[in-house]
């Protein structure tokens, strides 16, 4: 039965394959003119095939298009359906698209992205997948408005005490795996990445929130991710798929409604604190508050409660993995160049006041080598390959010397921006130090400005209009959590080197998890 089920599986897809690559071409006839201007690249699905043939998972879709970049130049043009896409390689046509004609690329596709389309089927939007208008301003300025959830004026300041609570109890798991393991060395990976998503869960849902609601959550996170590998071939013929993989179908929805049943009881839990305590602390104050209070431009509507579930879902899955792989890959480097390490503990001990138990968020500001370290992990190992969701263009333009259509979906490769030889002096060495100077090959000036809108040279959080409103956040985070780590800890390898090697899932993730000896420090 076994074997069957092996010989059938590649059969289906191929067939699947077959019947979508037929309809395709009839399609494509009456659209080739509005494309033939477009950007060079492979052949109409040559990269879906490879990914099939080689039975690779659909996030790996990133490296393959990077390596594609030395053959068509730094926009690609990408047929995997009857629908092109485009994808940027390179920094300045980045800069032209997202900055110079910001408003025309401000737009999202009709199909975000496969994991969107599967996951969220009854076309539920998000911030991120909003279509750009008056809606989603108002939405995106819930966060970022001078009285917004995450503005830069009170971000330091909101949950700074559960930020608190929540490095507390990191410290105490990672000592207790170091009385357990007698220093054989720690995996730290599992613990970086429950304290980030236990820290937005509770900033989306309260304070209130219980621990077994909160691993309830990730469980449910957890089997999502682990199933979106086995959905290609539902991205490649939806219908047909639903048929021959009835009961990999059943289990994926299976999964999505106990997951949207947590976050409902969740929301319904908040609505109800809510109403019974009218008093507002803003160190208490959830994202979910804020959604409650929102009011739509149209008739003062106020949101639905899936749309609540959907916004809350959006703020935690992309904030929890994103910021605890980023904090992997900086931890990481701090392991494997014990110097960076050394650095970063004077620049500690040159701030801190005698007795101080805590490094909190004022004491941030004043570590700017702390913060190279941060830009510079994000700059050399950005937590994707490719934008979380592409772009689309509200109308016809000129880009690089090609016709992008009105309607067409765009993405930006950030990993290769960010590793560029032509924007950056030894781009695959980790030099904190570039963030620290001014010069034209180590960012240029106001380098610490990621956002860049003078110019792009990475853009991990994206670029203009659409840059991820939890910028801020993120970053802060990032600070916080690598500063206490090496204030409480004293870092060392567990074997003879750190290997620095990655592995695409959903995010770029390292391909053997750190194992780190870790000392407790006495201060």
Known sequence: MEILYYIIIP????????????LAL???????????NLPPGPPRFHLLAHLLWHRKPLFQLGPIISTLRLKYGPIITV???SEPSIYICNNTLAHQALINNGTVFADRPKSTSIADDLIFANKRRGISTYPYGTTWRVLRHNFTRSSGFLHSSSIKFNH???????????ICELKREYCECRGDGV???EHFRYAIFYLLVKMCFGNNVEEQEIRELGCAQKKLFMIINKLKVFAIMPDLGKILFRKRWKKFLGIIRSREDVFVGLVRDRKKIKQENEERDIDSESYVDTLIELRLPSDRKVLEESEIVSLSDEFISHGSDTIATALHWVMANVVKYPKIQAKILDEINGVVEQGQQWINEDDLVKMPYL????LEGLRRHPPVYLLDTP???TEDVELGGYLVTKGISVNFLVADMGRDPNVWEDPLEFKPERFLYCDDKNGGKNNLDITRNREIKMMPFGAGRRVCPGLGLAILNLEYFVANLI?????NKADEDVDLSEKAEFTIEMKNPLHARISPRVN
């Open 487 to 491: 204030w409480k800890f004293e870092w």
């Open 187 to 189: 995996y730290v990976c």
């Open 391 to 393: 772009h689309a263009v």
């Open 160 to 170: 700074s005490h559960l930020r608190g609570r929540v490095l507390e109890k990191l």
């Open 26 to 36: 009839l399609l494509s006839s009456s659209s080739e003119i509005s494309t033939q």
């Open 371 to 374: 913060k190279a370290v941060i």
């Open 11 to 22: 059969i289906s897809l191929f067939l699947a394959f077959l019947v979508r690559f037929i």
């Open 79 to 81: 047929r995997m359906g």
